[in-house]
């Protein structure tokens, strides 16, 4: 390939009208002028020669591991998004394109980049439009998902109600269940309605896949019978609840395409990649609208409500995550829709260690353990369930469960709902730790997972342990035991 440094190249990258950094090993050796107005620098000199530190350690090796497998005979980079920083410190999104050149007689990566922030915030608009969507056409079918359990455990509670013996607490273990099927419902909807910017992470793939088939169930089970067969799969890099949402729309869609049919679900690891498929044996796709399938806003569900955005918003996720979706089909024979991937990079090994033994009391006294939560009922449920191990004083307003904190009362424990009305367990623990900060660190947070950021984003700076309702009480037990410390 020809050379970076001659004359008739330079003055092509010059004046180009996207970013040109050429590097190597993480050094840049050459940047043209679209790239030091692109990064808020002057000229191409405060560039040269200094580390790439405009991009963050994690892109720079999502870029060194596309180029080692594109040199190693994979196909061609296509672009890719990655987060980048300007020398004032703000944050621009920058899609960038890599190949490998000769430059001064080595290897070094020439990188092509434009500003694709504007773009990427209208992208994610446009996503947040597509899971209300989402939402709303699942709404009936959840509420009926919901209700089935409800009325299953209302049914079991009533004949424990009547008789309480040995042989009915099968009965109590079925009740057990039917909550748990609640909750898992829920936290899935939960999940997959939340927006915020995550960072991309390890993803349990089968986990992902069945939490999108618990969501839309009551689709597919009118319609098709789903056949898995995906095995042990290793962990995969993207945003589960994005993957998630990937699952959602195309079992939605495969559902939508057949009647009493079958739709697959299959999947394989290579080394660098995880492949899935998605298959239905409906009435496919014709060839001049498969073509057209991933544009945004192309819809051959108009009428039924068809928003034309979930394929082409599932190909965004796959891509910005370093993967890939694909379409494959023919009228009467069904679609396969091809996802492609990352494998996550194995996490290091840690060291073993011994876990330590939970604290214990050396004086025999039970442990005092107030509880702030403005239902009433959970009040009392936690005082019942609390009873024996320790001494619980029940608060369901927070302004009176501060003045106590305040106080001369002494608690080896609180544990406080984050949202209540009025005062909420952040608003609570914030003044605490101001006036009396050994008493804040006694907190354990419980919450139902209806936080906002501001809480969310506290409570990701404190130690203090949380638990999710709903809990089981050794985990409950194990955690007050903590906060109280040893005595």
């Given at each position: 390939?020809?050379?970076?440094?001659?004359?008739?190249?330079?003055?092509?990258?010059?004046?180009?009208?996207?970013?040109?950094?050429?590097?190597?090993?993480?050094?840049?050796?050459?940047?043209?002028?679209?790239?030091?107005?692109?990064?808020?620098?002057?000229?191409?000199?405060?560039?040269?020669?200094?580390?790439?530190?405009?991009?963050?350690?994690?892109?720079?090796?999502?870029?060194?591991?596309?180029?080692?497998?594109?040199?190693?005979?994979?196909?061609?980079?296509?672009?890719?998004?990655?987060?980048?920083?300007?020398?004032?410190?703000?944050?621009?999104?920058?899609?960038?394109?890599?190949?490998?050149?000769?430059?001064?007689?080595?290897?070094?990566?020439?990188?092509?980049?434009?500003?694709?922030?504007?773009?990427?915030?209208?992208?994610?608009?446009?996503?947040?439009?597509?899971?209300?969507?989402?939402?709303?056409?699942?709404?009936?079918?959840?509420?009926?998902e919901i209700n089935n359990p409800l009325a299953f455990s209302s049914l079991a509670a009533q004949m424990l109600e009547r008789r309480v013996t040995e042989e009915d607490q099968p009965f109590v273990a079925e009740v057990r269940a039917g909550i748990d099927r609640i909750?898992?419902?829920?936290?899935?909807?939960?999940?997959?309605?939340?927006?915020?910017?995550?960072?991309?992470?390890?993803?349990?793939?089968?986990?992902?896949?069945?939490?999108?088939?618990?969501?839309?169930?009551?689709?597919?089970?009118?319609?098709?019978?789903?056949?898995?067969?995906?095995?042990?799969?290793?962990?995969?890099?993207?945003?589960?609840?994005?993957?998630?949402?990937?699952?959602?729309?195309?079992?939605?869609?495969?559902?939508?395409?057949?009647?009493?049919?079958?739709?697959?679900?299959?999947?394989?690891?290579?080394?660098?990649?995880?492949?899935?498929?998605?298959?239905?044996?409906?009435?496919?796709?014709?060839?001049?609208?498969?073509?057209?399938?991933?544009?945004?806003?192309?819809?051959?569900?108009?009428?039924?409500?068809?928003?034309?955005?979930?394929?082409?918003?599932?190909?965004?996720?796959?891509?910005?995550?370093?993967?890939?979706?694909?379409?494959?089909?023919?009228?009467?024979?069904?679609?396969?829709?091809?996802?492609?991937?990352?494998?996550?990079?194995?996490?290091?090994?840690?060291?073993?260690?011994?876990?330590?033994?939970?604290?214990?009391?050396?004086?025999?006294?039970?442990?005092?353990?107030?509880?702030?939560?403005?239902?009433?009922?959970?009040?009392?449920?936690?005082?019942?369930?609390?009873?024996?191990?320790?001494?619980?004083?029940?608060?369901?307003?927070?302004?009176?469960?501060?003045?106590?904190?305040?106080?001369?009362?002494?608690?080896?424990?609180?544990?406080?709902?984050?949202?209540?009305?009025?005062?909420?367990?952040?608003?609570?623990?914030?003044?605490?730790?101001?006036?009396?900060?050994?008493?804040?660190?006694?907190?354990?947070?419980?919450?139902?997972?209806?936080?906002?950021?501001?809480?969310?984003?506290?409570?990701?700076?404190?130690?203090?342990?949380?638990?999710?309702?709903?809990?089981?009480?050794?985990?409950?037990?194990?955690?007050?035991?903590?906060?109280?410390?040893?005595?």
């Amino acid at each position: 390939m020809t050379g970076v440094g001659e004359p008739g190249f330079r003055a092509l990258v010059e004046h180009a009208p996207d970013a040109i950094v050429v590097s190597r090993e993480g050094i840049v050796l050459y940047a043209n002028g679209a790239a030091a107005r692109l990064l808020g620098h002057d000229s191409p000199d405060e560039l040269v020669g200094k580390p790439m530190t405009f991009l963050d350690a994690r892109s720079i090796e999502v870029m060194r591991r596309r180029i080692a497998a594109m040199q190693s005979g994979g196909e061609p980079l296509v672009p890719r998004e990655y987060p980048a920083k300007r020398r004032d410190g703000s944050e621009i999104t920058a899609e960038i394109t890599s190949t490998v050149i000769d430059f001064d007689g080595a290897p070094a990566v020439l990188a092509y980049a434009r500003d694709v922030t504007e773009r990427s915030r209208l992208r994610a608009q446009l996503a947040h439009a597509d899971r209300l969507a989402s939402l709303g056409m699942m709404a009936a079918g959840i509420a009926h998902e919901i209700n089935n359990p409800l009325a299953f455990s209302s049914l079991a509670a009533q004949m424990l109600e009547r008789r309480v013996t040995e042989e009915d607490q099968p009965f109590v273990a079925e009740v057990r269940a039917g909550i748990d099927r609640i909750a898992a419902i829920v936290r899935d909807l939960k999940t997959f309605g939340r927006f915020e910017d995550e960072a991309p992470g390890r993803v349990d793939l089968a986990a992902a896949i069945e939490s999108a088939e618990r969501l839309v169930a009551h689709e597919i089970r009118p319609r098709a019978r789903l056949v898995k067969d995906i095995g042990e799969l290793p962990a995969i890099t993207g945003i589960a609840r994005r993957v998630e949402q990937v699952f959602v729309n195309l079992l939605l869609n495969a559902a939508l395409a057949v009647d009493d049919g079958t739709i697959t679900v299959s999947a394989r690891a290579t080394s660098e990649h995880v492949l899935v498929a998605v298959r239905d044996d409906g009435v496919g796709i014709a060839a001049a609208d498969l073509e057209r399938v991933f544009e945004p806003f192309f819809t051959t569900r108009a009428q039924t409500g068809g928003t034309g955005l979930g394929l082409a918003i599932c190909r965004d996720i796959m891509r910005r995550a370093g993967g890939d979706l694909v379409a494959r089909s023919a009228p009467g024979e069904g679609t396969t829709m091809d996802l492609t991937f990352a494998r996550a990079v194995p996490e290091p090994i840690a060291p073993r260690t011994i876990p330590a033994p939970p604290p214990q009391t050396d004086d025999g006294r039970h442990l005092r353990v107030l509880v702030v939560d403005d239902e009433p009922l959970i009040v009392r449920a936690l005082g019942g369930a609390l009873a024996g191990f320790g001494d619980v004083v029940g608060e369901t307003n927070a302004e009176r469960a501060l003045e106590r904190m305040l106080g001369d009362e002494a608690f080896d424990a609180i544990i406080c709902d984050v949202m209540m009305a009025g005062m909420t367990g952040v608003d609570l623990h914030e003044r605490v730790a101001r006036e009396r900060p050994e008493v804040a660190r006694r907190f354990v947070f419980v919450t139902g997972g209806t936080y906002t950021a501001r809480e969310r984003k506290y409570l990701e700076n404190v130690s203090n342990q949380r638990l999710s309702k709903p809990f089981a009480m050794p985990d409950l037990r194990k955690a007050i035991e903590t906060a109280a410390g040893p005595r």
